[in-house]
């Protein structure tokens, strides 16, 4: 595709419900990266995945959180048994390694109620 | 840890005039990008400037690189309204992470 692609872009979920949010980086980029941002705040730092290399999970704020990168590709990030403090927007990024600028999606903004 | 941290939190300018915003960071870098965002959603890169270079321009934007200071600015000249959005800095740390400030939000009133 011509740019990052995430989905989906508006999810509301039960406190409790686990969701999976998707991210399909730009063919080629090695680096991906997950962010966090709540309203009106700046974009926090979740996990960082390079090429082959074990992703970088220093961000997740806690267990709930996991992300996987499946053939070097699309990435999913999962969040388990949702609490009201996990809503914000959640922003993907690729890029060719951290020299380099990155990409972002559209973000899914994820409502737990 | 924060990374990049931007400066003044919020500026309101008439179309036309200048805008400088102030990003300020703490570990040795290797670049320094400023992004744009509009509407809470995707951020959009501006420009790149890497730490051997001090001044860098793209069309009405121009960044300067103070490594001694540890910061950057980024000035958009001529600004017009479609500028109005929320101005970020960020840079790789050693870990190769990214860290952004909480950013400018800029308002270009018409």
């Known amino acids: 595709g011509a740019g990052v692609s995430q989905s989906p872009s508006n999810k509301v979920t039960e406190k409790g419900k686990d969701v999976e949010l998707r991210c399909d980086p730009i063919?080629?980029?090695?680096?991906l990266y997950w962010y966090r941002q709540s309203l009106g705040q700046g974009l926090e730092f979740l996990i960082y995945?390079?090429?082959?290399?074990?992703?970088?999970k220093s961000g997740l704020p806690s267990d709930r959180f996991s992300a996987e990168r499946t053939g070097g590709s699309v990435s999913t990030l999962t969040i388990q048994r949702t609490q009201q403090e996990d809503s914000a927007v959640y922003l993907c990024?690729?890029?060719?390694?951290?020299?380099?600028?990155?990409?972002f999606g559209p973000g899914t903004r994820l409502t737990v109620t | 840890s924060q990374q990049g941290e931007e400066d003044p939190q919020a500026l309101s300018i008439q179309e036309g005039e200048n805008a400088t915003m102030n990003c300020s960071y703490k570990?040795?870098?290797?670049?320094l990008q400023w992004y744009r965002q509009n509407s809470g959603r995707g951020l959009v890169h501006l420009i790149l400037i890497r730490s051997n270079e001090r001044e860098k321009h793209s069309g009405r934007l121009r960044v300067t690189l103070d490594t001694s200071k540890k910061s950057s600015s980024l000035l958009i000249t001529a600004s017009r309204a479609a500028d109005t959005a929320s101005y970020f800095c960020?840079?790789?740390?050693?870990?190769?992470?990214?860290?952004f400030g909480t950013g400018t939000s800029l308002t270009v009133i018409p």
């Open positions: 570990t040795s870098i290797n670049n």
């Open positions: 063919s080629g980029h090695t680096a």
């Open positions: 995945f390079q090429g082959n290399s074990a992703p970088d």
């Open positions: 990024a690729s890029s060719f390694g951290p020299l380099y600028e990155q990409y």
């Open positions: 960020a840079s790789p740390n050693t870990g190769n992470q990214f860290y």
